[in-house]
């Protein structure tokens, strides 16, 4: 190889990259002089560099393309399953959080309504009665355990003893005798027992007066004990009241727990736009910012009720419980002392009408779980001097905070019950 040849490789070689003193090592590796070696490369060093510089890229520039596309992609595809994986935790986490906050569940409110007598069009008679207070209830739902629900609440009735006057308004004119009923049953109760106490434990239901008659002070006690020592714990005193729902739950098939776990993970899952989803029954309206609620910062679902639903719920609530007869009777009755006996104004359980109603729920926004919920609606009843209860609730909910349900005592079974009746009932014969 003469000098031009050895020229050309040295010019080759610097031109694919390689350094001009590996060419000259390589170079000395195979034989050459440095006095030859230093002629073929001496100036060919900077003229190589301006041709590698201006050249377009070979194959180890497109390989080094390559290396920096693939990073980019890997780069890529790592942060995309970053981001997928932290977002599945957060849902995993959110989930945790709510089913935690669902083993307790708090629940406060109350009913008011205000009263109204209407003429037949529909026009108003009187003054509308000013708001009162129809319920108040409070309770506890414990569901740390699904197999073995827990459930404890207090429903008070009349709390301010104003159902009384307000049933004043419903004059022997006025045919609207299932209202009637229903709030001269609510005065009574609020008046002699105060209202009534629930608790569900191992699929039983428990129930006591909230304010038993013979648990008083003074000759209560007295009372108490006596009837404690004639028949055992009784109703009347401070004893609950066992209903067995087991059976029925059997019966039905499938467990209690399995349909509370459906349940809770329904409310895991429930859909963020629509808390209460979009049925028949419920109509979505939309949804606005609300205020915070201990601590918890809200969003309010608006909705509304079907009243034509409603009423058809009552009217089959009726009919279950067959309390169309005693509502016929107690119209008779009144027709009677008013001294009208036409036929066309009997009354029928199923004139009861509730309107359309509205409902909105302030849903936190990061939870997604109700914190309140109001509805408002409107009961009327009667044709001839029909009576109209416009009714509002307010339920208040609270999560997470543990509570003891313990399994009331003493307590009585309906065997037990029935027993102290037949007992009562020897005893007055006796008389």
Avoid at 72 to 87: D, T
Avoid at 225 to 232: P, T, V
Wanted: glycine share 10%; charged share 25%; aromatic share 6%.
């Amino acid at each position: 190889m003469d000098k031009g040849q050895l020229k050309d490789f040295v010019d080759r070689q610097l031109g694919r990259g390689m350094s001009i003193g590996d060419v000259r090592e390589h170079l000395r590796g195979q034989g050459w002089d440095d006095a030859t070696i230093a002629s073929v490369t001496d100036g060919a060093s900077s003229a190589a560099t301006s041709e590698i510089l201006h050249a377009p890229p070979g194959r180890a520039a497109r390989r080094k393309g390559w290396r920096k596309t693939g990073l980019v992609a890997l780069f890529v595809f790592v942060a995309l399953a970053s981001i997928a994986g932290f977002q599945a935790w957060r849902q995993y986490a959110l989930a945790k959080e709510v089913r935690e906050k669902l083993r307790y569940v708090g629940i406060s409110g109350s009913a008011t309504a205000s009263l109204a007598v209407l003429a037949a069009d529909g026009r108003q008679q009187s003054r509308e009665t000013s708001a009162f207070t129809v319920l108040n209830v409070k309770g506890t739902v414990d569901s740390s355990d699904l197999e073995r629900p827990r459930a404890d609440f207090l429903v008070e009735a009349d709390p301010a003893g104003d159902v009384a006057a307000a049933v004043q308004r419903l004059t022997l004119e006025t045919d609207a005798q299932a209202l009637g009923a229903s709030l001269l049953t609510l005065s009574a109760t609020g008046k002699f027992v105060g209202g009534v106490g629930a608790r569900l434990i191992d699929n039983d239901i428990y129930l006591r007066f909230a304010r038993p008659p013979l648990a008083a002070g003074g000759q209560g006690n007295l009372a108490s004990a006596f009837a404690d020592a004639l028949i055992g714990p009784n109703l009347l005193s401070n004893a609950w009241l066992r209903v067995p729902t087991g059976a029925e739950v059997a019966a039905r098939g499938g467990s209690g727990a399995a349909r509370e776990n459906d349940f809770f993970w329904a409310l895991m899952l429930r859909p963020d736009s629509r808390v209460f989803g979009h049925s028949e029954e419920l109509n979505f309206l939309g949804k606005r910012r609300g205020e915070d609620i201990d601590g918890v910062a809200t969003e309010i679902h608006s909705y509304a009720i079907n009243g034509e639903w409603m009423t058809r719920e009552l009217t089959s609530l009726l009919e279950r419980n067959e309390l169309e007869k005693p509502v016929a009777l107690m119209g008779i009755v009144q027709e009677m002392i008013a001294g009208k006996s036409s036929q066309d104004d009997a009354p029928r359980a199923d004139a009861v009408e509730i309107s359309d109603g509205e409902m909105e729920v302030w849903v936190g926004t990061r939870d997604k779980l109700p914190r309140r919920v109001r509805t408002a609606f409107k009961i009327r009843e009667g044709s001839r001097a029909p009576a109209q209860l416009q009714v509002g609730t307010e339920l208040d909910f609270s999560y997470g905070k543990p509570a003891q349900i313990e399994t009331p005592s003493p307590s009585m079974s309906l065997e037990d019950l029935e027993r102290q009746l037949g007992t009562l009932k020897s005893l007055t014969d006796l008389f």
